[in-house]
């Protein structure tokens, strides 16, 4: 009979705790993998779950796809064409360059103090006389003239008052003498605020009007814009081609001051234009310099 020592006996233990130990880690690591298991199983969508290898579609799955794979579109994606595209209407812009602004043949030609007409005694080839009621008998260029008379008519009709020329063409001599009475009876600086030097005023065109009540009521004042006759043509006188030249609050760029009676005659197009997009002054819509005084 073999008689183990202690120490044998002692190593028997020991041997045995750790075959214990190892037993029960195996043991936990099978439990937890069958719980990582049971997890992923229930909590990865199908179309991963079934692309991991040896993984199968569950009932209802759609087709899967491994990363990086693009899927096929099908017929239910792709709308079938419905014909040919509708064209997108362009609207044309407004062409600012159409007519001359140096010409004084041009209807759009701009003169102010620092844009003399060239040559300076231009005279118009084409006026006639304008036949409406006036102070001075009217003449301007035949288009200008056709439209102060649909002008005139449109303001009687609607307001059964008149309207009458006060002055209209006025040939270089002329605008000489105008001038120069002027300067007699208030100095330079307060007639250049008020009447053009020779060779500068839009009168000389055969396309500018004075404008005054029938009979008068501050004809050839600023409270004419505060009368029936002037708060309509401010309202209305871009219907029929004209503009007011010379606004209240655009002195420094015109150069003159206030002038409700003053119309230009520059076409029904360019005053539409004009109108709709809030621009008052020649020298602003078509990109010209302000011209406050002479050079």
Request: with cysteine.
């Given at each position: 009979?073999?008689?183990?020592?202690?120490?044998?006996?002692?190593?028997?233990?020991?041997?045995?705790?750790?075959?214990?130990?190892?037993?029960?880690?195996?043991?936990?690591?099978?439990a937890?993998?069958?719980?990582?298991?049971?997890?992923?199983?229930?909590?990865?969508?199908?179309?991963?779950a079934?692309a991991?290898?040896?993984?199968?579609?569950?009932?209802?799955?759609?087709?899967?796809?491994?990363?990086?794979?693009?899927?096929?579109?099908?017929?239910?994606?792709?709308p079938?064409p419905?014909?040919?595209?509708?064209?997108?209407?362009?609207v044309?812009?407004?062409?600012?360059?159409?007519?001359?602004?140096?010409?004084?043949?041009?209807?759009w030609?701009?003169?102010?103090?620092?844009?003399?007409?060239?040559?300076?005694?231009?005279a118009?080839?084409?006026?006639?006389?304008?036949?409406?009621?006036?102070?001075?008998?009217?003449?301007?260029?035949?288009?200008?003239?056709?439209?102060?008379?649909?002008?005139f008519?449109?303001?009687?009709?609607?307001?059964?008052?008149?309207?009458?020329?006060?002055?209209?063409?006025?040939?270089?001599?002329?605008?000489?003498?105008?001038?120069?009475?002027?300067?007699?009876?208030?100095?330079?600086?307060?007639?250049?605020?008020?009447?053009?030097?020779?060779?500068?005023?839009?009168?000389?065109t055969?396309?500018?009007?004075?404008?005054?009540?029938?009979?008068?009521?501050?004809?050839?004042?600023?409270?004419?814009?505060?009368?029936?006759?002037?708060?309509?043509?401010?309202?209305?006188?871009?219907?029929y081609?004209?503009?007011?030249?010379?606004?209240?609050?655009?002195?420094?760029v015109?150069?003159?001051?206030?002038?409700?009676?003053?119309?230009?005659?520059?076409?029904i197009?360019?005053s539409?234009?004009?109108?709709?997009?809030?621009?008052?002054?020649?020298?602003?819509?078509?990109?010209?310099?302000?011209?406050?005084?002479?050079?």
């Amino acid at each position: 009979m073999s008689v183990r020592t202690e120490g044998q006996a002692g190593g028997s233990r020991r041997m045995g705790w750790r075959r214990i130990t190892a037993i029960s880690l195996a043991a936990a690591l099978v439990a937890g993998g069958a719980v990582a298991i049971g997890f992923f199983a229930t909590h990865v969508p199908t179309t991963v779950a079934t692309a991991l290898p040896g993984a199968t579609p569950g009932q209802g799955a759609s087709a899967t796809h491994a990363p990086g794979d693009r899927p096929t579109p099908t017929d239910a994606a792709r709308p079938a064409p419905t014909g040919s595209p509708t064209p997108i209407a362009l609207v044309p812009r407004f062409d600012k360059a159409a007519r001359s602004h140096d010409d004084p043949a041009s209807i759009w030609v701009v003169v102010d103090k620092d844009r003399p007409l060239q040559p300076a005694d231009y005279a118009p080839p084409d006026l006639v006389a304008v036949p409406v009621p006036h102070v001075w008998e009217p003449q301007l260029r035949r288009e200008a003239s056709d439209a102060v008379v649909a002008l005139f008519a449109a303001f009687t009709a609607e307001t059964g008052l008149q309207l009458q020329s006060q002055s209209s063409y006025r040939s270089y001599p002329t605008q000489v003498s105008v001038y120069n009475d002027d300067v007699s009876a208030h100095g330079q600086a307060v007639a250049d605020t008020s009447t053009a030097r020779p060779g500068t005023s839009e009168h000389q065109t055969g396309l500018a009007i004075d404008i005054s009540a029938l009979p008068g009521n501050c004809s050839l004042e600023a409270c004419f814009g505060a009368t029936p006759q002037g708060t309509w043509l401010a309202h209305n006188a871009w219907k029929y081609g004209f503009l007011l030249r010379y606004p209240a609050d655009k002195v420094a760029v015109t150069g003159y001051a206030y002038e409700p009676w003053h119309f230009r005659y520059i076409g029904i197009d360019l005053s539409t234009e004009m109108h709709t997009d809030g621009v008052t002054t020649l020298e602003e819509f078509f990109g010209l310099p302000a011209a406050p005084t002479y050079p």
